[in-house]
Structures are given as structure tokens and as C-alpha cells.
């Protein structure tokens, strides 16, 4: 079924034409292939940013809006496309990878997009591929989720512990409005009991949600992957690329758009785009940039479509190496490249339509974290390594299978760490394995290095890594200094799209009457899809250019698992620690409530749902 999202404009003279983005499911929209929108000949594009988004927008007007490819410009600052996706190697300082993607098999757009584009690794296939099959024989699951005791007990127990007050708290959430939820934050809608139970520790430090982030965004999580409630505990629901995330998705998706005539362009500083608004027909008029030091201009017709990336949640990321600390001097609220190209924009709306960039950006003492990345090849620290994880991370496979969360630092640093598949670059030696490190607390003392994370040199968060895994204190220093090489990044805004607001303060994909423009991105609003995930990125993109161009062919509705009962009482039995409902601690009232539902659905549908679920006994007592 398709959900239309009618939208009108006119364009100058012309008559009233209506775009038709709307939204589907199943194979029969899936495998279609629309037909060349009317008068795309005419059209170019500027794609501001090189980020996901950018890239993905670019990928739909060559392959469904069927535009030449050498009328399409991505326009781009750094010298790498990627935006937030980087992963690089600085020959004098080391691998730096500020952060990494969990992704799942519901990812309708990555997947759409990814099903097309050749691997740059084995001739004949596509990067879907190449990702199905990795991910089929070498299936992700975590074997240590959190640690204590500096590594003495790492495991997975797969129990969220939920009290009955938190469950009750978190049922509410789900089915609350999102307009009810608007500028909230966590802990106005959560219990108390809440934050020491380990559904909230897989949590945060999974999605980075802190105490005080949006209880909007909490609820969309919640809906959007209720599916994978039973793989939370132990990252079975995840799905990894080979090498990082940059050699794996972006590089090929380059390659493809240079095959096809997309031209990137470096150095772009673009500082606005000047939009002009008549009776209500907003038209981008002109790009204003600086290119070598000096202002030019693009001036832009309607027929000139612009994909703005707006915001960007690595903003003013703060480098260090392993013997240098992040110079944090340049971080200031509400100041960012991204934030002033966005609030340039913000400043010609009206009303607020193109929306609340300061809302964002104006306290990363709230929205920042800092991760870093060691290397070593010292056998010592790898023995260590595989007590916790119980697996080699030289074998070339699934070694941590996600985040390691170290409980006895929730009161430090909160520190996490991970191994992803070795080696992360193409060029790594194969001796050498990377592990990423994060904290959610920045300026507090560490368990062993008694500074703020972000006081830190590379070296010293070594320290305190090696500290957490069981290192013998006595060996810390000499192994981090001479068998292990750490770089840092200190983002300020990496968590600013989780800071409670209202829908107005993203601007939608496609603003009401805009004419020859779209916000892409993860500061873009689109419904029902959670920040954060490659997938969102991926689907700003998407819904940009089906809408500008009017594409018929239904952009993958975000998987429906929120509507589908079995999976909301799948998900409820595992959020009770998979437990029948007859062994809950209730109230007479209540148990006596549930015998008379049972009697009504005896024998019926509702209870071979309810025996399949797992929350009634498959044979009665």
C-alpha cells in the first residue's frame, strides 16, 4: 500500500503540478524501475556536502532520476568525500577511525542503493553482495557485551533486568504520541529504577543516549527495532562491513558516481544558499562559497536542484595522537562550518521552515564524546584481548562482535571498546590489530589515569584501556608507550541530533513550497526513522530526489515492525527475560485479569501467537 505525500508547487508561469513521494512495501515497487521523469535533461544538481546523504542523493539522479551524470556536482570542503564515514591512516601519526556503523537487515534504502553498486573488490558482484555473504558465513554475535573486574568477568547474559515500574514506564513510551514527547528528555518519562537496570547500560552505550536526550528519539528507537529486541544483549541483530566504513561503502559509491560523470569537487566552503520566496514558491537563486581563500557565487535557476546537507554531527572534531591532547580550543557553542552554513539558511525562512540549527549546537558540554583508536601488535595485549572476547582478532572474523562496555567506568570515563573484523584497512599489516575506543564521559577522571578523557593523550587512554582489559599495572605504561600507537578525536556536537526538540526544529526533506531544493542528511526530518544509522542518511537522499524530480517508483517505507503483533509480544517476552507472564510478580488483580483474558482467547489465534511468543506455557499445567 502507498502513503502519497501530495505536495504542490508552480514553477513561474506554469501550471499547478503535483509531486507524488510516497512510501510502499513489498517486491512489486522493490524490483520496478520508473520511467525518465519529464524534462530531467534540462536539470542539474548541486549536492552540497559528500557525506552519505550527499552521496546517495547523487546515486538516485543517475540511476531512477536517469540525469547525466556530468550535470551533477558534489561539492565538498575536505579533500575526502565520506562526511562522518572516514576511516584514513596519517602516515606521521597513525589510524584514525572517529567512529563506526552498526547496520541491520531492514535498511530498505542502503540496501536498494548498495544492490547496484559494483564491488571495487571482486569483479561481477555488487557491495550487497559481497556484504550478504560475509555476513551469512560469518554471522555477528557478542560473546563479553560488558566487563567488570578489569576483565576477570566479560560475558553476555543476555538479561535486561527490567523492573516492573521501568517495563510499565517503557510500554508507555512506546505507544505515546511523538507530539506528546516534543522537547522531553529521558529521564522525564523514565523511572528512577530505570538507569540501573542493563536494558538502559546496553542502551546508552550502544546508541550513545544519555539520561538527558530526547524521549522522542528514545520512542522512535524503541519502534524501529523492536524486531531486534532478543539481539540487543548480545549484537546477533547487527551486521558489519569488512574494512572500515570508508573503504567498504564510500569508496565504492564513488567509484560508481565518477563512472557515471558525477563530479566532485574539493574545497568548496559553501557559506549559503539564497533562497527566494514568492506567494509561497521558495527557489534556491544562488550558492555562496569560498574556493582558494576567495567568495564566488553559482548563480541557480529552477531548474538547478540543491541537496543541502545542514549540520553535521562531527563538526569541529578535535585531533590528537599518541603523545599530543585534543586542542579543544576552537570549540565553542553554537560555531561549526556546518552550524553557519545552516543557520545562513534558517535566518531567510519565515517561519522557522527551514529549522532550529541553535537548538543543536548551543551546549556540546551535553553532546560531546571522544573515541579513540589503538594499534598494536604485542602478543601480551592480544592474549588479554582474547580472554575477554574468547576469539583471535588476527583470524580475519567476528571478534568482539560489537561494543565491550567496561561497567566499572560508568562512574569515569564510561568507557567502551570494540574489534571490528582485522584487518580495517586494506593496508594494515596483518599483524597489526585496531581497536576502537570510546567514552561517553569526557570530563571526568578515568579509573587508572586520574585525568578527564579529554586531557588525555593517545598514550594515556592507552593507559586506561590496557587497565580494563587486565593488563598487570606494573606493565601499563611501557606497553602503552612502546607496544601500542593511540590517536584521539574529541567531537563536541557528536551527539547533538539526541538533544530534545520539537519536530519543527528539522527542517522536513522538502520544505512546504520549495521549488528546486531539499535538506539531506541527519538534521533533515523525515518520519519514523532514527538518527544516527546510515539508513537515515541514505533515506534524506532518496526522498530528496524522488521528490524533486517526481520519480514514480515508492521509496521503501521504514520496516513496519511496531505494527506487527508477533514481534511487539516476541519483544515483550524478552524484555521480561524470557519469561512466561504466569511467573511475573502481579497483583491479585492483575493475575486475575490475565486468567479471564486467557479464557477469552482459548482457542483461538491470539493464543497460538501468545505460545509462540513465549509469554503463555506451550502445555497447560
Not at 56 to 65: C, H, K, P, S
Not at 308 to 317: A, H, K, L, P, V
Request: with cysteine.
Amino acid at each position: 500500500m502507498a502513503v502519497l505525500l501530495n505536495i504542490e508547487y508552480s514553477m513561474g508561469v506554469k501550471q499547478m503540478e503535483v509531486l507524488n513521494m510516497y512510501y510502499s512495501s513489498g517486491n512489486y515497487e522493490a524490483f520496478a524501475r520508473p520511467k525518465k521523469p519529464a524534462d530531467v535533461d534540462r536539470k542539474s544538481a548541486y549536492v552540497i556536502g559528500s557525506g552519505l546523504a550527499a552521496l546517495t542523493a547523487a546515486f538516485y539522479l543517475v540511476r531512477d532520476g536517469q540525469m547525466k551524470g556530468e550535470r551533477i556536482h558534489i561539492l565538498e570542503k575536505l579533500d575526502l568525500a565520506g562526511g562522518s564515514c572516514d576511516g584514513r591512516k596519517d602516515i606521521t601519526k597513525g589510524y584514525y577511525m572517529r567512529g563506526g556503523r552498526e547496520m541491520d537487515n531492514h535498511f530498505e534504502v542502503m540496501w536498494d542503493v548498495y544492490r547496484d553498486v559494483p564491488s571495487i573488490e571482486t569483479p561481477g558482484v555488487t557491495v550487497l553482495d559481497e556484504y550478504y555473504w560475509l555476513n551469512k558465513e560469518d554471522p555477528n554475535y557478542s560473546l563479553c557485551r560488558a566487563s567488570t573486574n578489569c576483565g576477570e568477568d566479560a560475558h553476555t547474559d543476555k538479561k535486561f533486568t527490567l523492573d516492573k515500574e521501568s517495563a510499565l514506564a517503557m510500554s508507555k513510551l512506546f505507544i505515546t504520541p511523538e507530539k506528546d514527547l516534543e522537547d522531553k528528555k529521558i529521564s522525564d518519562v523514565l523511572p528512577e529504577s530505570f538507569w540501573s537496570t542493563n536494558f538502559w547500560l546496553y542502551w546508552q552505550t550502544m546508541f550513545a543516549f544519555q539520561r538527558w536526550s530526547s524521549a522522542l528519539e528514545m520512542k522512535r528507537y524503541l519502534c524501529r527495532y523492536v524486531h531486534h529486541i532478543d539481539g540487543l544483549p548480545d549484537f546477533s541483530a547487527l551486521r558489519f562491513t569488512k574494512y572500515n566504513q570508508y573503504e567498504s561503502m564510500i569508496l565504492p559509491l564513488v567509484k560508481y558516481l565518477e563512472a557515471h560523470g558525477v563530479t566532485l569537487e574539493f574545497g568548496m566552503n559553501v557559506k549559503n544558499v539564497v533562497i527566494e520566496n514568492k506567494n509561497g514558491e521558495r527557489v534556491a537563486k544562488q550558492i555562496v562559497y569560498i574556493k582558494d581563500d576567495v567568495e564566488q557565487t553559482i548563480d541557480l535557476t529552477a531548474d538547478d536542484l540543491v541537496f543541502i546537507t545542514n549540520g553535521c554531527c562531527t563538526d569541529t572534531s578535535c585531533y590528537g595522537d599518541q603523545n599530543t591532547v585534543p586542542d579543544l580550543s576552537c570549540v565553542k557553542n553554537g560555531t561549526g562550518e556546518s552550524w553557519d552554513l545552516w543557520k545562513n539558511i534558517a535566518a531567510q525562512a519565515e517561519h522557522g521552515e527551514y529549522g532550529n540549527p541553535d537548538h543543536y549546537c548551543d551546549d556540546f558540554e551535553a553532546t560531546n564524546w571522544m573515541s579513540a583508536t589503538v594499534a598494536t601488535a604485542n602478543e601480551d595485549i592480544i592474549q588479554h584481548i582474547m580472554k575477554i572476547c574468547k576469539r583471535d582478532p588476527r583470524k580475519g572474523k567476528v571478534t568482539t562482535g560489537g561494543i565491550v562496555t567496561v561497567k566499572d567506568s560508568t562512574e569515569n570515563w564510561y568507557m567502551s571498546w570494540t574489534i571490528n573484523r582485522q584487518p580495517q584497512f586494506k593496508a594494515q599489516d596483518k599483524d597489526t590489530v585496531l581497536i576502537w575506543v570510546y567514552g561517553l564521559t569526557t570530563n571526568k577522571e578515568g579509573n587508572f589515569v586520574k585525568k578527564a578523557m579529554r586531557d588525555c593523550t593517545g598514550e594515556e587512554i592507552c593507559q586506561e584501556w590496557l587497565y580494563h582489559i587486565g593488563v598487570p599495572v606494573d606493565q601499563i605504561e611501557d606497553l602503552a608507550k612502546n607496544a601500542c600507537n593511540t590517536t584521539t578525536c574529541f567531537m563536541p556536537f557528536i551527539n547533538s541530533f539526541f538533544q530534545p526538540r520539537k519536530e519543527s526544529d528539522r527542517p522536513k526533506v522538502v520544505p512546504e513550497g520549495a521549488v528546486n531544493f531539499a535538506f539531506i542528511g541527519q538534521f533533515a526530518e523525515t518520519p519514523r526513522d532514527t538518527i544516527f544509522t546510515t539508513e537515515y542518511s541514505m533515506r534524506t537522499g532518496m526522498e530528496s530526489v524522488y521528490t524533486l524530480l517526481n520519480v514514480d517508483r515508492g521509496v521503501p517505507e521504514v520496516w513496519g515492525s511496531k505494527y506487527d503483533v508477533r514481534e511487539l509480544l516476541r519483544a515483550c517476552y524478552y524484555a521480561i527475560d524470557k519469561q512466561p507472564i504466569t511467573n511475573i510478580k502481579l497483583s491479585f488483580k492483575e493475575r486475575e485479569m490475565i486468567k479471564i483474558a486467557m479464557r477469552f482467547v482459548k482457542g483461538t489465534d491470539v493464543e497460538i501467537l501468545l505460545k509462540e511468543s513465549g509469554l503463555i506455557p506451550d502445555t497447560e499445567e
